[in-house]
């Protein structure tokens, strides 16, 4: 550490010359400082998770490039791997982690036809996508495991059906951590309505994108959680935010 950051400020200003020589561009702002603050909810969310030893699935609606997937994935196969048989009542299961499986929800062809957000031209139609070969192609890359890993490919609206919740229902899957990156208000309604049957006590909800759209109430993610608590058949209790976008919630039974 510098000993100028024992002097006043106490820290590094954005223009001394040892932080501008390192210099930064957006993407390394979104993929560096953006993803360590992604990171340390999801080691603190499978820390609290396996400590209250919920058994349950990890659903991500909205997967590209797969950096999250490979975060819990990755948190999940260490836990087990360093906590062992003997530290709780979670067995890590054949190919390592604690999941009963690992759910990728995606249409795996970018955002849907008609997809136009004045306020974030990138929100257009094709975009963000990552197909289903590539998503597994990076998995393996960055080391993960394929077994338990479950595809759910198709827009929201066609593949969240009743046909694939009776599926789920036969399996008795339950989630314990729901990631929704999606974007779209109208993504996220569906994610959040399909996924309500699903919920546990003490499972974790994380809305990656909850303050776009400006952190008004009426539009985007946040309109979307809105309407689904006036419906959903769980309460929920703030749990932790992440960065100045995210924030994440621990489902309650209803009151």
């Known amino acids: 550490m510098s000993k100028e950051i024992y002097r006043e400020p106490y820290f590094l200003p954005a223009n001394h ?16 400082f953006r993803q360590s603050q992604k990171f340390w909810f999801y080691r603190c969310a499978l820390d609290y ?21 490979t975060m819990a ?4 196969c260490f836990y087990s791997n360093n906590k062992g048989q003997t530290g709780g009542a979670l067995t890590p299961l054949p190919g390592g982690g604690y999941f009963t499986d690992y759910v990728a929800f995606d249409s795996f062809k970018g955002f849907p036809d008609g997809t136009s957000v004045s306020e974030h031209p990138i929100y257009t139609s094709g975009h963000v996508k990552t197909g289903e070969q590539e998503f597994l192609d990076l998995l393996r890359s960055y ?59 003490g499972a974790i ?33 703030q749990f932790l935010n992440v960065g100045w976008g995210g924030r994440s919630f621990v489902v309650q039974n209803k009151h």
Not at 17 to 32: D, K, L, M, P
Not at 58 to 67: N, S
Not at 73 to 76: H, I, K, P, T
Not at 216 to 221: E, K, L
């Open 17 to 32: 010359h040892s932080f501008v020589s390192n210099g930064e561009t957006w993407i390394e702002n979104n993929q560096q």
């Open 143 to 201: 080391g993960q495991s394929l077994n338990r890993v479950r595809l759910v490919s198709g827009f929201y609206e066609e593949s969240l059906n009743q046909d694939l919740a009776a599926e789920f229902k036969k399996r008795s899957s339950r989630a314990s951590l729901v990631c929704i990156d999606c974007n779209l208000y109208e993504s996220y309604r569906a994610a959040l309505t399909w996924c309500d049957e699903f919920l546990q006590p």
């Open 49 to 69: 998770l396996i400590d209250n030893d919920l058994v349950g699935s990890y659903f991500e609606f909205g997967i590209h490039r797969a950096r999250t997937f």
């Open 73 to 76: 994935m990755s948190l999940d």
């Open 205 to 237: 909800v994380y809305l990656d994108d909850f303050n776009t759209f400006r952190a008004q109430h009426d539009r985007g993610p946040r309109r979307a959680w809105n309407e689904y608590l006036n419906s959903s058949r769980w309460d929920f209790e």
